[in-house]
T-cell receptor, first 115, second 114 residues
Framework: EAGVAQSPRYKIIEKRQSVAFWCNPI?????LYWYQQILGQGPKLLIQ????????DSQLPKDRFSAERLKGVDSTLKIQPAKLEDSAVYLC?????????????FGPGTRLTVT | AQSVTQPDIHITVSEGASLELRCNYS??????LFWYVQSPGQGLQLLLK??????LVQGIKGFEAEFKRSQSSFNLRKPSVHWSDAAEYFC????????????FGKGTRLSVIA
């Protein structure tokens, strides 16, 4: 079974530029999460999807971050414009369903550096 | 408020020595607890989880953890550490189901010396 795929693995941009990250969850997993992991900290949830609907985006900085999962499969997270404090690893995770076992499966992450 | 505390930011152990990583949690309902490991440049891999039943749970790579409700703890242990265990370890707490997100600790970085 293929795992959660993310791309790119690394990205360096200048502040005020835009960037997009892509995630393809495990096949059949209905729930998808985007986390931000700042160096030295644990992952922090940004947004959670159930199929193509948003379940929780309370911690997403909506003035600059957006995310979509249009067909209920893969997802894109965008930052526009980026700030220095957005430098972090962005992790995508998936889970079979919101009512099932709580195990989340994580992708390798995208390391973003904003200069 | 839900929270996870990992008191040790960095631990160094000798290869072959035993290991214990501490985790304390605060959670309003019955907690479901997890330990994840993150190797450099990698995502998080689930080591083990506790939902109910036997409070000593076994995981992958020879790890185990013990749930102690009275102490609100879920410490991770390994009897003999291998150099390949060097990584970042995260404790997390969440619900049995539903959409309440997992809450992660800040992690403990494990270094292994010869």
């Amino acid at each position: 079974e293929a795992g959660v795929a993310q791309s790119p693995r690394y990205k360096i941009i200048e502040k005020r530029q835009s960037v997009a990250f892509w995630c393809n969850p495990i096949s059949g997993h209905a729930t998808l999460y985007w986390y931000q992991q700042i160096l030295g900290q644990g992952p922090k949830l940004l947004i959670q999807f159930q199929n193509n609907g948003v379940v929780d985006d309370s911690q997403l900085p909506k003035d600059r971050f957006s995310a979509e999962r249009l067909k209920g499969v893969d997802s894109t997270l965008k930052i526009q414009p980026a700030k220095l404090e957005d430098s972090a690893v962005y992790l995508c995770a998936s889970r079979p369903s919101i009512n099932g076992a709580y195990e989340q499966y994580f992708g390798p992450g995208t390391r973003l550096t904003v200069t | 408020a839900q929270s996870v505390t990992q008191p040790d930011i960095h631990i160094t152990v000798s290869e072959g020595a035993s290991l214990e990583l501490r985790c304390n949690y605060s959670y309003g309902a019955t907690p479901y607890l997890f330990w994840y490991v993150q190797s450099p440049g990698q995502g998080l891999q689930l080591l083990l989880k506790y939902f109910s039943g036997d409070t000593l749970v076994q995981g992958i790579k020879g790890f185990e953890a013990e749930f102690k409700r009275s102490q609100s703890s879920f410490n991770l242990r390994k009897p003999s550490v291998h150099w390949s265990d060097a990584a970042e370890y995260f404790c997390a707490v969440g619900p049995a189901s539903g959409n309440t997100p997992l809450v992660f600790g800040k992690g403990t970085r494990l270094s292994v010396i010869a």
